[in-house]
């Protein structure tokens, strides 16, 4: 039985703190270090600049997407994104700049101290640092790169790992927040599979059943990008409620992922949040149904794409938000500040609840 005090606020907004824990988690896979945005004893203003600059960017982002003539005219929108643009360019290239020389060093210290990369038994010095075994460090190993080409890499990958991610997990809060029950059998969950742990292995992201599901419904209910959009490579023919259209090659076809899945001739109560429709029981009682197609077909499953060009941090993002909702929700219950707050999704680089209702955390005791 779980009982719950009030833990003292750290000054930063809900939605902020998700942007600051998806830059930690990503910037750690990055570099091999964590700059530890979200503990603000110990915070650097450089990094809370440029996770302000990401979300501030990707914002812009949305309202030029609307105004797409302003980018022509050299408007106050696009300045502006430009302008975070600019700052999260020169901050992501001076860092895996500063990361590179440090790796390149330490592997020429290891040269010099040893031969061998055989960890002798007993020894509690390994050949591989964390710096050496993070990603911009694997790139820097295998030599395939040029020292520019890891540079380039490094600022649209490092801005992307913020606020795309932010996204995702911003709604999954939101939905668990306005729903006790739910998220009560979710703590539940986490309790019985890690008893406090931290997940840590691709094994336990697995176990993890019911959590796996209010992810999956968080997006059928909310996607934070409704529309997928294809250009055809070739000539296609497509069968809608019996009536056939010829697509010649070329054509650029939208998927409307909110279609089906919201639609009550395909599935029950859509507009509630229940993850229990994702349980493998459920998902297997409607094999052969069209409600199969409309829960579980493999275009509407998350907000990653399908095929060559499906996001290629798809697996990372999953792990990232899968690890801080088994941390997060063993640890507290989310609540709303304001019970009757009202908000509408809004179109920014994708969609985001505005305005975002404030949260509070509240800490479980468990007995």
């Known amino acids: 039985m779980a009982g719950y005090e009030i833990t003292e606020s750290k000054n930063i907004a809900f939605v902020d703190f998700l942007s600051r824990s998806a830059f930690d988690m990503f910037y750690a896979i990055m570099y091999g270090e964590s700059p530890c945005t979200t503990d603000s004893s110990i915070v650097n203003p450089g990094n809370i600049d440029f996770v302000t600059s990401s ?27 430009k302008l975070y643009m600019d700052k999260t360019t020169i901050f992501a290239r001076e860092k895996t700049a500063g990361y590179m020389s440090r790796i390149m060093t330490e592997v020429d210290n290891d040269k010099n101290e040893t031969s061998s990369s055989v960890v002798v038994e007993g020894s509690n010095k390994c050949p591989i640092a964390a710096i050496k075994n993070s990603f911009v460090g694997r790139l820097v190993n295998r030599g395939e790169l040029s020292s520019n080409d890891i540079l380039s890499l ?152 399908r095929g060559k060009r499906r996001c290629l941090g798809s697996n990372l993002a999953i792990a990232e938000i899968t690890i801080l909702a088994a941390r997060l929700i063993q640890d507290y219950e989310l609540c709303l500040i304001d019970p009757t707050a009202k908000w509408k999704p809004k179109q920014k680089l994708m969609l985001k609840a505005h305005p975002y209702p404030d949260m509070k955390l509240v800490r479980r005791v468990w007995s």
């Open 55 to 81: 979300q501030n960017a990707f914002d812009l982002t949305g309202q030029l997407i609307t105004n797409p003539m302003d980018k022509i005219f050299g408007g106050d929108i696009y300045r502006k994104f």
């Open 154 to 305: 490094g600022t649209p990958m490092l801005m992307a790992g913020v606020d795309t991610t932010a996204y995702v997990m911003s709604w999954l809060y939101l939905n668990l927040a306005t729903n006790p029950n739910v998220q009560t059998r979710l703590a539940q969950e986490l309790r019985t599979v890690l008893n406090g742990a931290d997940v840590t292995t691709v094994e336990q992201i697995q176990s993890l059943t019911y959590l796996k599901a209010c992810i999956r419904e968080s997006h059928r209910l909310t996607p934070p990008t409704p529309m997928m959009i294809k250009t055809l490579q070739e000539d296609t023919d497509v069968v809608i409620d019996g009536v056939r259209y010829d697509i010649p090659a070329g054509v650029r076809v939208g998927l409307n992922l909110r279609g089906y899945p919201m639609d009550s001739r395909y599935v029950d109560n859509p507009q509630l949040f229940l993850p229990e429709r994702f349980l493998p029981d459920a998902v297997l009682a409607r094999k052969g149904t069209l409600s199969e197609i409309a829960l579980d077909h493999p275009a509407f499953a998350d907000p990653f794409g």
